[in-house]
């Protein structure tokens, strides 16, 4: 099963192939914000691939513009809940700034 590390907090889990990478962290209760419940449609599920990007495939349209709206980009950076697992990961989940609805997620 693919290994996936989570920085900052330095866990690794092991994950079915064909996970998101959304719910594979959910189910670990690693925090990932998922404001529109993983339909694509926000860019809070916001992570950077730092090993085995090229693994998870294509980034659709729709991703891109989500993405577009993410806080601190980069060029490694996907939306877990669009990520399906194939191979061993090393995630960053990025910081974010303080949000209105912090204390509603
Ligand atoms: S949870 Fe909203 S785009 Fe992933």
């Known amino acids: 099963m693919p290994k996936i590390r989570f920085l900052p907090q330095d866990v690794e889990i092991e994950v079915e192939e064909g996970k ?19 339909n694509c449609a926000c860019s809070s599920c916001h992570v950077v691939i730092e090993e085995g990007f090229e693994s998870l495939g294509e980034v659709s349209e729709d ?14 950076s996907r939306l877990a809940c669009q990520c399906k697992i194939k191979q061993d990961l ?11 609805d912090d204390d509603t997620f």
């Open 20 to 38: 998101t990478l959304l719910d594979a962290a959910l189910d670990n209760n690693i925090r990932i914000d998922h404001n529109c419940g993983g």
């Open 63 to 76: 991703e891109e513009d989500m993405l577009d709206e993410a806080e601190n980009l980069t060029d490694k």
């Open 90 to 100: 090393v995630v960053r989940i990025p910081p974010k700034e303080a949000t209105f």
